[in-house]
């Protein structure tokens, strides 16, 4: 089965770049997915990638696929008091018709002023 | 347009009742998914529906736990003789299901159950 994983905590200066790691397992096509929560909030699309893809970019937000180690990032550029949140990394395997999505545990990024 | 809703936004419930927890998901997005998030377990897959096929059943944690989607578009999450291990968020999230399939997430619904 698919298993998604991240580092729980990152803490980051204000107007420094955050990095966030994950790696996932899945071998078949996917979507990889960046999901941003912050506290009492839902699911906030932050971006996404397809496997066949190595960069994309998106104002602040820069994902990098290593399709080889299976391991993607999201890097925010300039990062702000505001993008403390929690970040979830989720896959969704192209060769289930359930298209469900897969999360990892999150990371938490905390911003310091 | 509007994004997809959840009612109600928070719900406390005593161990045993039942609870119904409902979903309204983007206008003409065709798939529906529900999602849990608990301490314990981080988010987790619960049933998906797509158009008038037979909905995905395979996360539902026990045979307390159904959901239906009706006409298509407005979905219940029905949790039978609740638990404390159920307390979690309850997350809706729709799709178009033609382009990428992006997934868009309610706000979600907290339960407790004491």
């Known amino acids: 089965g698919e298993d998604v994983e991240q580092s729980l905590f990152l803490s980051v200066r204000e107007g420094d770049s955050s990095v966030i790691n994950c790696t996932y397992t899945?071998?078949?096509?996917?979507?990889l997915y960046w999901y941003k929560q912050e506290p009492g909030a839902g699911l906030q699309l932050l971006t996404y990638i397809f496997s066949n893809m190595d960069m994309k970019q998106d104002q602040r937000l820069t994902v990098l696929l290593n399709k080889k180690d299976k391991h993607l990032s999201l890097r925010i550029a300039d990062t702000q008091t505001g993008d403390s949140a929690i970040y979830f990394c989720a896959e969704a395997p192209m060769d289930t018709g359930r298209r469900a999505l897969t999360f990892g545990s999150g990371t938490r990024l905390q911003v310091q002023p | 347009g509007a994004g997809v809703s959840q009612s109600p936004s928070n719900k406390v419930t005593e161990k045993g009742k039942d609870v119904e927890l409902r979903c309204d998901p983007i206008?003409?997005?065709?798939?529906l998914y529900w999602y849990r998030q608990s301490l314990g377990q981080g988010l987790e897959f619960l049933i998906y529906?797509?158009?008038?096929?037979?909905?995905?059943k395979s996360g539902l944690p026990s045979d307390r736990f159904s959901a239906e989607r009706t006409g298509g578009s407005v979905s219940t999450l029905t949790i039978q003789r609740t638990q404390q291990e159920d307390s979690a968020v309850y997350l809706c999230?729709?799709?178009?299901?033609?382009?990428?399939?992006?997934?868009?997430f309610g706000p979600g619904t907290r339960l407790t159950v004491l």
């Open positions: 899945d071998s078949s096509s996917t979507y």
């Open positions: 206008s003409g997005h065709t798939a």
């Open positions: 529906f797509q158009g008038n096929s037979a909905p995905d």
């Open positions: 999230a729709s799709s178009h299901r033609v382009n990428t399939d992006t997934q868009y």
